[in-house]
Structure formats: structure tokens, C-alpha cells
């Protein structure tokens, strides 16, 4: 299982990013997938999750109406957009699979600082 992260960088309060998650090692369209994110000090977090045929969608209480999970089995990519960010948003953001195990990204970092 290989889960590559991209989109992270720096970006004004009230911007937007886009991450994206390449996924390769196994049968993409078959598993939920998840974001998480964890910042300086902090315990990572569950931010968003999405299910296998993406017909069903979660977030936490701290982004919802901010950030859209999304994705692309054709593609094996996995998306989180994330519109009016604040300064709270400023973390590492892994991209997660549980294929048996739970499986990690390396994280794409995102600062969100004018």
C-alpha cells in the first residue's frame, strides 16, 4: 500500500487548497478512505472520510461547510478541498487507508498565515 500526498503550502486566511492522495498497492475502489491531520503539539485528527463508492461522506465538527472530501476511483486519488481556511487549519495532513491495517501518506504540510 503507497498513499502519496501533494497540494499542501502556504496560503492567506479565507484562501483555498486542494490535496490530492495517490493510491497504489491495492483495489482503490474497494475501501473508505480518510484524511486526518495533526498539528505542532496536538494529536492527530480525523478531518474527513469518505466511502468506497463515495456515496457517503463525514467530517469533523471543525471544517464542515469548509472542506469537501472527494474522489476519483478511476484515478486511485482521493481529494480534500478545503475553502475559507483559518489559521486553526495550519497542520500536517495525512491521507489514511485501513486495508487490513491502517496506512498512512507521508503528509503534505499546510499553513494557512498572511
Known amino acids: 500500500v503507497q498513499l502519496v500526498e501533494s497540494g499542501g503550502g502556504l496560503v492567506q486566511p479565507g484562501g483555498s487548497l486542494r490535496l490530492s492522495c495517490a493510491a497504489s498497492g491495492f483495489t482503490f475502489s474497494n475501501y473508505a478512505m480518510s484524511w486526518y491531520r495533526q498539528a505542532p503539539g496536538k494529536e492527530r485528527e480525523l478531518v474527513a472520510a469518505?466511502?468506497?463508492?463515495?456515496?457517503?461522506?463525514n467530517y469533523a465538527d471543525s471544517v464542515k461547510g469548509r472542506f469537501t472530501i472527494s474522489r476519483d476511483n478511476a484515478k486511485n486519488t482521493v481529494y480534500l478541498q478545503m475553502n475559507s481556511l483559518e489559521s486553526e487549519d495550519t497542520a500536517v495532513y495525512y491521507c489514511?487507508?485501513?486495508?487490513?491495517?491502517?496506512?498512512w501518506g507521508q503528509g503534505t504540510q499546510v499553513t494557512v498565515s498572511s
Open positions: 489514511s487507508a485501513r486495508v487490513v491495517l491502517r496506512y
Open positions: 469518505i466511502t468506497s463508492s463515495g456515496g457517503s461522506t
